[in-house]
């Protein structure tokens, strides 16, 4: 870190309190011939310092600033790539545990290589938070909470020894223990600092804090002015490994904000606002950064749900500035005086900190918002960008019910649920959660929950019977202050029971739904819905009964567990009848902002935060007794169904082998636009009829302790399996009345089979794969086994009108070329069926975004030539491809 070039003479001493600090002053570089730099984005500065830190001649260039300061004039649109180094990474177990298990596979294959094992070992700090496994099993009782954290010990045990090996195994890798908190909050609560320092050669060097996670919305912690991104698994560990992360120069959009938020309205109605503006702008791949007078009276919590929310509308982040309210904030949460020192001290010394009154940065493009046009709305039922105002969810859900899900008749046909005194309908909601990260970083709409639930209460209100309710708060700190205001009593009273610390519902962490409701939902096809106060709806996430998925506010969650059903217009009709047979209304029991406001001053304190984190990576007494193996590298248990020694190294030799050209290559499938990577990644529950669930019974596992896909992500085997095999996924090969799921077509036996079989009988052909796909291909999570398992199950290549930026990123990282349609066309216009064949040449001379051409030939012998381009973007990924992956181009990298 201390042997920068220094081109630009900026290397200074920062005096905090009675401490130096070294730090690379962005004035200084100005002065001495970065002119205009102090008018960049506050983003862009981040950047540019890092470059200053970095420069080393090679990766990072005299050039390379240069053209930071030449952003002003092309606004991002150079496309000029630039060597990017954060200061730390972010992981949950989900994304974390493949990512331990593929370091061990490279201690064993440096060992192979004639290397030193203990090479392998994160350069930069690495927190693993334990926060995915908690499914919501039990719920609506006292005893949800226990039940449910003993169920995932006994589910999660072998891979929670796996992660306290590689807690010992590897030096700057911790783990935050089960039952803490969200990743992203226990990173915006307590991880993150805003500005970083690091004993290094006899100085302390100050800089920004700055971090890529291995989930998609570690932008949360861009509301505390941390740049911070998602990557795949893949990219985070290169990163951890010491690589920097190409990326080119984005555009910054910058969004205005002006004016207060009325009456009544939450952070959830602002940021499905934003997310519905900034998915109409078209922000993917840039960065989005917010400014303007509306910040001025914008709570961190806020800002934080608003940077969360990010992958929603597309960016590569939502960045806010610090300034006073970050200050606030650290003060709050409980972080050290010399720290918050430092965080000031920095910020206004480098141009970092906004001034309520400073001047506008230059920005690519901009938009505004009155914060007082925001109305109370939702999001569904399917895409984060679908806000609806309250007032039309019930008609929107109608319009869906015939357009989208094809149903006729409206919702007036009611069945009995057996057992039940009780019916059910289309529309009628079956699942209502508070969970995940979007909103329990904020305490006005977790407190705004707790009060409606107790004004339902005094009024006699109470939750429909159907409904799976659920509360997951997104750190201890939350469930203390709901018990402390005693308003957790309140939601307990209203089935809102604490069921885990975790992302549960927004991740298909929902549980099963009561057998006797899914059978009348499975048996009559209804259309059930969910309201849950997380950031992803995509059809078949949430649970696999569940078609329908909205978004709302804690508050609103509540209130929909009263309604039971999202055909009732809750701005005109009753929630219900209180005591007294009169109808009550969600104004009757709407609490005012003031009161939340109250609340949240007397509960949330510095006092609670510092006692949650005091002793946070001790964990609780199930985690201490969790036995753990030692040595330097794992003993692979060749009967695990949870941890396995990956294929990625067999046979790999010291210096990379050519690929070769796709000759004839046979198609897997032809999917449409916006297939996300929780249609290709395996998520959620695994079927028994499935290849995945084959393999587990074939393996001894009762279908009752098959778990779910993202527990056994350390095992290749049942991951392959299951990528494309979401139940909700279309391959056009089967025609559009075909099987839906993941199917396909064997060619040329004609045969239908799972993705998974015809893709090893292609296998033992020796024949390659590909894949053709619409627009925005890869869409949603940075889930690195959509890339994985694409690459275990023989694809060389993608074809696509669009990719979204992480799952490009990540193919590459895999060794599969995404190309791109370079004419406008598509897969349908070429009058594709699946069963032609595709031939690719150049490979081995390929350069970046370099036009090739795909030779389609047709059943009945025509050829068609199509030039498709070439979407490796710069030199450091054709390093990657030609290595194999990433993976393997820094482990030659070490050995050598």
């Not at 529309?427 to 909103?439: E, K, L, P, Q, Y």
Request: hydrophobic content about 35%.
């Amino acid at each position: 870190m201390t042997t920068s070039l220094d081109s630009y003479k900026c290397r200074k001493t920062l005096k905090v309190g009675d401490k130096d600090y070294t730090y690379f002053d962005l004035k200084e570089a100005e002065n001495n011939g970065l002119a205009g730099v102090s008018r960049l984005p506050f983003s862009m500065k981040v950047l540019l310092e890092n470059l200053l830190r970095k420069e080393d001649g090679r990766s990072i260039t005299k050039e390379s600033i240069q053209a930071v300061a030449a952003w002003l004039e092309d606004r991002g649109s150079a496309g000029v790539e630039i060597a990017y180094s954060p200061a730390r990474v972010l992981m949950q177990d989900f994304t974390g545990v493949p990512a331990v298990v593929d370091l061990a596979a490279m201690r064993d294959a440096m060992a192979a290589l004639g290397g030193n094992p203990q090479k392998i070992n994160p350069l930069v700090p690495v927190d693993l938070v334990i926060d995915h496994s908690v499914i919501v099993d039990e719920f609506g009782s006292p005893k949800a909470f226990k039940r449910n954290v003993e169920l995932e010990y006994e589910r999660n045990g072998e891979r929670y020894r796996f992660l306290k090996w590689g807690q010992q195994a590897f030096e700057n890798f911790r783990v935050v223990p089960p039952g803490t908190g969200i990743c992203h909050q226990v990173n915006l609560e307590y991880l993150g600092q805003v500005v970083w320092s690091k004993d290094e050669d006899g100085e302390t060097v100050a800089y920004p804090d700055t971090c890529v996670g291995t989930d998609s919305h570690t932008t949360m912690i861009n509301g505390l002015g941390v740049l911070a991104w998602g990557v795949g698994g893949i990219e985070a560990e290169a990163a951890m490994l010491g690589q920097p992360i190409s990326m080119l120069l984005p555009e910054v959009i910058g969004f205005k904000m002006t004016g207060k938020l009325k009456e009544g309205v939450t952070a959830t109605d602002l940021v499905l606002t934003v997310t519905q503006m900034l998915r109409q702008r078209g922000v993917v791949g840039k960065f989005v950064e917010f400014f303007g007078p509306g910040l001025n009276s914008m709570t961190l919590a806020d800002r934080a749900t608003i940077g969360n929310m990010a992958p929603e509308y597309g960016a590569t982040c939502g960045f806010f500035p610090v300034d006073s309210e970050t200050i606030n904030y650290l003060r709050t949460t409980g972080r050290s005086e010399e720290r918050i020192a430092l965080v000031e001290a920095y910020a206004k010394e480098q141009g970092m900190w906004r001034e309520a009154d400073g001047p506008d940065p230059v920005f690519t493009d901009m938009l505004e918002l009155d914060l007082g046009d925001v109305v109370p709305s939702m999001a569904g039922p399917k895409r984060p960008e679908g806000r609806i105002a309250l007032g039309d969810i019930a008609t929107g859900f109608q319009d869906a019910l015939e357009k989208e899900y094809k149903k006729t008749g409206g919702t007036s046909k009611r069945y009995p649920v057996e057992g039940e005194d009780y019916d059910l309908g289309h529309g009628d909601v079956a699942i209502a959660a508070i969970t995940s990260c979007t909103n329990t970083s904020n305490p006005s709409v977790l407190i705004a929950a707790g009060l409606l639930a107790r004004n339902a209460n005094r009024l006699g209100l109470k939750q429909k019977p159907w409904v799976k309710t659920s509360l997951a708060p997104g750190s201890q700190v939350v469930a203390q202050y709901l018990e402390n205001a005693g308003l957790q009593k309140e939601l307990d009273q209203l089935g809102f029971n604490l069921v885990g610390f975790g992302c549960t519902t927004c991740i298909g962490n929902s549980g099963p739904l009561p057998e006797p409701i899914a059978k009348v939902v499975n048996d009559k096809d209804l259309i059930v819905a969910s309201v849950l106060s997380g950031n992803r709806n995509f059809e078949g996430r949430v649970s696999p009964d569940v078609q329908a998925n909205y978004l709302a506010s804690p508050p609103l969650v509540v209130a929909y567990a009263l309604a039971g059903s999202v055909t009732k217009d809750l701005t005109s009709e009753p929630l219900g009848e209180d005591k007294d047979g009169k109808p009550v209304y969600l104004k009757d029991v709407w609490p005012s902002n003031q009161e939340v406001q109250k609340f949240i001053e007397e509960n949330v304190t510095r006092k609670l935060f510092a006692s949650k984190y005091a002793d946070v990576f001790k964990g609780d007494e199930l985690w201490r007794e969790v036995k753990a193996p030692s040595g330097q590298t794992y003993s692979w248990d060749s009967e695990s169904t949870y941890v396995q020694d990956p294929p990625y190294f067999e046979g790999m030799k010291p210096r990379p082998q050519p690929g070769g050209d796709i000759k004839g290559a046979r198609i897997l499938g032809l999917f449409g636009d916006k297939i996300t990577t929780d249609h290709i990644s395996p998520a959620g529950g695994i079927k028994a009829q499935s290849p995945a669930g084959k393999y587990l019974m074939d393996h001894g596992v009762g279908v009752a302790d098959f778990n779910q896909y993202g527990t056994r992500r350390g095992n290749h085997e049942v991951m392959m399996r299951g990528t494309f095999a979401n139940i909700r996924i279309r391959n056009h090969m089967l025609g559009e009345n075909g099987t839906v799921g993941g199917y396909t077509i064997h060619y040329p036996s004609k045969e239908e089979m799972s993705i998974y079989d015809a893709a090893m009988k292609y296998k033992q052909e020796n024949v390659p794969l590909v894949i053709f796909a619409g627009a925005e291909y890869g869409n949603g999570s940075s889930r690195d086994w959509a890339a994985k398992g694409t690459n275990l199950l023989g694809v060389r290549a993608v074809i696509a009108q669009s990719f979204e930026r992480i799952h490009r990123s990540n193919l590459v990282g895999m060794g599969v070329i995404p190309f791109v349609f370079a004419e406008e066309t598509s897969w349908r216009e070429l009058g594709l069926t699946g069963e032609e064949t595709v031939t690719i040449e150049g490979l081995d001379n390929i350069k970046p975004r370099v036009t090739l051409t795909a030779k389609i030939t047709y059943s009945d012998g025509t050829v068609k030539d199509v030039p498709v381009l070439c979407r490796i973007d710069t030199v450091d990924e054709l390093e990657y491809f030609r290595n194999g992956g990433i993976l393997q181009y820094v482990l030659r990298d070490l050995v050598a």
